[in-house]
Structure formats: structure tokens, C-alpha cells
């Protein structure tokens, strides 16, 4: 017996000992993990791409943009829309493991482009990159290939509105539904709810969020659909604006202010202000960010709509954007070629300016 017992007690060290060579647990070929998250900027000029390292302050190269006329992002990639759509990973990223999360950097790549004129719109998850152009032809990547530094075309379809993967499947936004196809592009079903001229998309802890010409449909993680119905008329939300993964959306409502979408507790809300032109949210419970065509950056209770703090920021706004993490907003500014750091927690206080050299007309904040 103890002969038997000291056999299994061997096998069992050997079972929890780790392989000489074996790869330690996060490890990414290429990358360097870090303790802490790398947070960066995407800028366009509107003839080339650049990345700023909001850590260390530096500006890396990312090639040659051409005619951007917009930038979106995926937590690693940016995609810069115009004549083609070009992507460039911005060499940083997270991977959230539900019990923890890894932090990664590396080098700056330009990855070329993808065909196709825009304006274009694109959503990744883990598996799958589905770019739609302004044609409504939806190109479908290969995402771990696209990791790895080569776009790879997996499939193609077309569609009306956005087409967003999750849940192991794509949700395509064509007609007065959203369906559920799978990754190759094959109908599964429709979506009970209806949503009439989709347009807009995001991507929250909750589901998915899909605009929709009376309200936003939300899909849950099971693929089911609920509407969430504006209150008021006003004009519709078309693009939302918010932190990554949270849940609280921040949209343009055209002359009549801001409308805020809590997806939690299936409202809306419209905060009245004048002359808005770029929205965000931080996130639940947190601001709500706008700013106006004089260059006055707000902020806003979520809840209430009362203006909280409000700050003179840009001489002329121009192709204003506003971005927003964990804790700081950023705000371009291709006037003075610069982007400011703001403090949202501490009524818009200006943290820090960067200045670049360059215009940056276009901006997307990766590493999140």
C-alpha cells in the first residue's frame, strides 16, 4: 500500500509539473506582457496614421492613410475608413479571462488594406472581423490571422445595416430585422423584434446594441432581442458613443441635445443642450461627456441630465472626437495639433496636453 501510495504520489507531481519548454499561461508570441494596461491612441492627419503611447508620451509611425475620413477601433486595431479601409494594430491589447485579465504591447504595424469605399464600419470579437463598406458588402477576416499581421478574407455577404460578430455568431442588421447567421454567413433565424432601418451598433457586457428607427434593440447573450423604445420624439440615435463593455451610451440627438441609452435599466434619456458636436459616456454612473461648437467640453449626470462641470477647451473644434477610459477622456484638437487629457472625476480638469506636430482629425484609443 505505501508502495502504491508513493507511485501516485509521483505521478500526481508529475501531473502538476510544468514541461521544460512549455509556454507560460498568457504567453503571445511576440508581445511583451505588462502589469498594468497600455493604454494608446490612433490619430490620422488624413494622409497618415499614428500611434501615441498615452504612458510614455511617445508617437510611433503607422504608414500611410490616404483620404480617412473616420477611425474606429476593436481594443487592438484601428480601422481607418476612406478610399479603401486600411488597418493598423496599434500594439496593445487586453484579454480579459473573466477571473483576471493580461495586459500585452508590441511593435506598431501597418497591415495594409482592405477594398471596398467607404464610409465603413467594422466589429471584431475574438474569432471574426466583419468590415461592412459604404456599398453594404460585409468582408469577414480572419481575426487570429489578423493578429498575427495578414488579413485574411474568410467570407462575404451583404447588408443594410451593421453586422456585428458575438455569441459565436453574426448579427446582421438588413431590412426591418436582425438575423442570426452563422460565422459563415448561413441564416439561422430572425430576431423576434423588429428593428426598422437599422443603423448604429455597439458592443456592451449586456449584448448588443443595434439602432433602430424607434428605439435600440438590444441581444443578449442567449440571441434574444429586446426593444428598448425612445420616450419622447426627437431625432433618432445613428452612432453610440461609450466606454468599452460598459453599459451606459452615449448618442447625438441633433439639435436637441444628447441622448443617453442605459442599457441596465432599458432607458432613455434626453438631455437638452444646444449646439452639441461629439458625445461620450464613462460608463455606469459616470459622466456623460459632450462638447459644443464653441469648444466647451461638459459633463453630465447620467441620471438627471444636469450639467455637473463645464470647461472652455478648444479655440475651434473640427472634427471633434471624444474618447474615454477607466479614468481620463481625451480630446483632439487639430488646430493646435494637439490632444488633451481630461480628468472627468475632477470636473474636466486638463491633466495633460500632447503636443504631436500633426493635425489629428481622426481618433480611436486602443489597449482596452
Known sequence: MKIALAGLLVLAGCAIEPAENAAPHGYVAGAEETAEPQYRLVLADGAKAHVLDLLSGKVYAAGEAGDVTGVTGDGR????????????DGGAWMVDHGDHVHYYRSAVRDL???TGRGPHEAFSDTAVTAVRSGDGT????????????????IGVLSAGGPVVPFAGHLLVADGDAVQVR????????????GCREPEGA???????????????????????????????RGVRATEFHHRPGSTTLAAMAGDQGIWVLD?????????????????????????????TGDGTLQSHDPATGKRTARTKLLAVPES????????????????RKAVHEIDYNDRLRRARTFRLGFAPRYMTEIGR
Open 320 to 335: 471633434p472626437v471624444i474618447q474615454v477610459d477607466t479614468a481620463r477622456a481625451y480630446v483632439n484638437d487639430p488646430a
Open 77 to 88: 486595431h484601428a480601422f481607418l475608413s476612406g478610399g479603401a479601409l486600411r488597418i493598423v
Open 138 to 153: 460585409v468582408k469577414l477576416l480572419d481575426r487570429a490571422r489578423l493578429d498575427k499581421g495578414d488579413i485574411a478574407q
Open 263 to 291: 442599457v441596465t435599466r432599458s432607458t432613455w434619456k434626453l438631455i437638452r443642450s444646444k449646439g452639441v458636436v461629439a458625445v461620450n459616456a464613462a460608463g455606469d454612473g459616470l459622466p456623460v461627456l459632450s462638447l
Open 182 to 193: 452563422t460565422r459563415a454567413g448561413a441564416r439561422v433565424r430572425t430576431i423576434g423584434e
Open 112 to 114: 495594409g488594406e482592405v
Open 202 to 232: 455597439a458592443v456592451t457586457r449586456r449584448g448588443v446594441v443595434v439602432g433602430c428607427a424607434d428605439g435600440a434593440l438590444v441581444v443578449d447573450g442567449n440571441l434574444a432581442g429586446k426593444k428598448i423604445g425612445y420616450p419622447v
